[in-house]
Each structure stands twice: as C-alpha cells, then as structure tokens.
C-alpha cells in the first residue's frame, strides 16, 4: 500500500510571504494521479491542482504543484489571507483506490 | 451546479449501523462519467476515502473498512447511501459524499464536487 507523508505538518508565515508544501510517495507514482486540496475550517475540501500541475477550474495561479516519481510539491508563491488552510495531496492508485496525505497546516504568523 | 448534500443521524450507538444519505441535485447520478464516494475525516485529523459506486452499482471500498462497509445507490431519487456496521468510537467523524470522474482518458480522478458533510458521533 502506498503511504503519502507530508510534511511539515504546520507552517507560520505571513501574508506576502511564499510557502512549498512537499507530499513524498512511499512508492513511485505516475504525476497523473497526484492532487492538491485546500481545506478550511468548517467547509469541505476543494480541488486545488490535478495530474501534479494541472490548476483546477477557478484556482489562482499563485498556486502550483510540481514533482515527479515520489516526491511532490505544492507552492503558494504569495499567501493571501484566504490560503491559510489545510493543505491535502490525493492519489488515485490500486487498494485502496484513493489515499490523502496528513496534511499540511498554513497558519497566520 | 451540482450540488450534494448529506444526511442522516448525528448520533449513533456503539455496535449498532450508522446510516447516511448523499442527495444529488443538478445532476444525475444514473451517468456513465462519474463515480459517487463517500469520504469521511475524524476531528482534528486527515480524509479517509470509504468507497465508491457506479451507476451500473459496481462498488469499491477500503480494504480497512470493506467488512463493515455497504454503499448503495437509488437512481430513482438521484441519491446513494453508506451504511458502517458495528459502529465503535472511532468511527465518529465528518461524513463527506463527493463525486470523481470515471477513470479513463484523459487521466482526471480527483473529487471536483462535495457536499458540506455531516458530523457523526458515536457513543451511547
């Protein structure tokens, strides 16, 4: 089974500032399968980036991802107040079919 | 806009089956391009994908659950269901139900739609 780790678990920056999130696949993944979700407190997560830098409909690009093999990076390259979340990677895979990564917290400085 | 929309009881029993429904309005889950999944996440910790379902009702579950599992769809009422048996503690979580694209070409299964989820409790 193929485990996601992300990493760190929390980061404190301030608005303006850039951030890079790393998600590390315990195996090699094809870059197809490898997603990016935002999540706030209260709400649901929403898809931010597919197939590794693919930006969902909606997304600012301020946001994009990167990677390949096992290792994954999501950058923020200006945070906005609104990008203080949860940050998620996903890949669709074998058994089970779809696994998420701990998550990374972006909290306000 | 597809819009999804939970519910179910907000507190069950230990042992006993806990119960929810997914309402899918905007859309119809009787479509060849998508599949329906239930996505739970505890307090204060990750997602957890529980399982899938088609419209033809081929199913997919997490192995760590797939014992206790059953997820069910009526196309009549454009709705799909989860049942969890013998319910424990650690069950209690935010019941989420999502939608992703059938899997195929191009490479697009990611979960683009969620409903606002349910809190479930277990305890007696």
């Known amino acids: 089974e ?8 929390t980061l404190s920056l301030s608005p303006g500032e850039g951030v890079t999130l790393s998600c590390r696949a315990s ?3 094809s870059r197809n399968y490898l997603g990016w979700y935002q999540q706030k407190p209260g709400q649901a997560p929403r898809l931010l980036i597919y197939s590794t ?16 093999g096992t290792d994954f990076t999501l950058t923020i390259s200006r945070l906005e107040p609104e990008d203080f979340a949860v940050y998620y990677c996903q890949h669709y895979g074998t058994s089970p079919l779809f696994i998420f990564g701990g998550g990374t917290k972006v909290e306000i400085k | ?25 905007g859309g119809s889950i009787y479509s060849g391009s998508y599949y329906w999944a239930w996505i739970r996440q505890a307090p204060g910790k ?11 009702g081929t199913t997919n579950y997490n192995p760590s659950l797939k014992s ?10 454009n709705q799909f269901s989860l049942e969890l048996n013998s319910v424990t503690a650690a069950d209690t979580a935010m019941y989420y139900c999502a939608r992703h694209v059938k899997p195929g070409y191009p490479p697009f299964v990611y979960f683009d739609y969620w409903g606002q989820g349910t809190l479930v409790t277990v305890s007696s």
């Open chain 1, 53 to 68: 830098s693919s930006r969902a409909t909606g997304i600012p690009d301020r946001f994009s991802g990167s990677g390949s």
């Open chain 2, 1 to 25: 806009q597809l819009q999804l929309q939970e519910s179910g009881p907000g507190l069950v029993k230990p042992s006993e089956t806990l119960s929810l429904i997914c309402s899918v309005s």
């Open chain 1, 27 to 29: 195996q090699t993944i």
């Open chain 2, 68 to 77: 206790r599992v059953t997820i069910s769809a009526d196309t009549s009422k």
């Open chain 1, 2 to 9: 193929i485990v996601l780790t992300q990493s760190p678990g």
């Open chain 2, 46 to 56: 990750g997602l957890e994908w529980i399982g899938n379902i088609y419209y033809t």
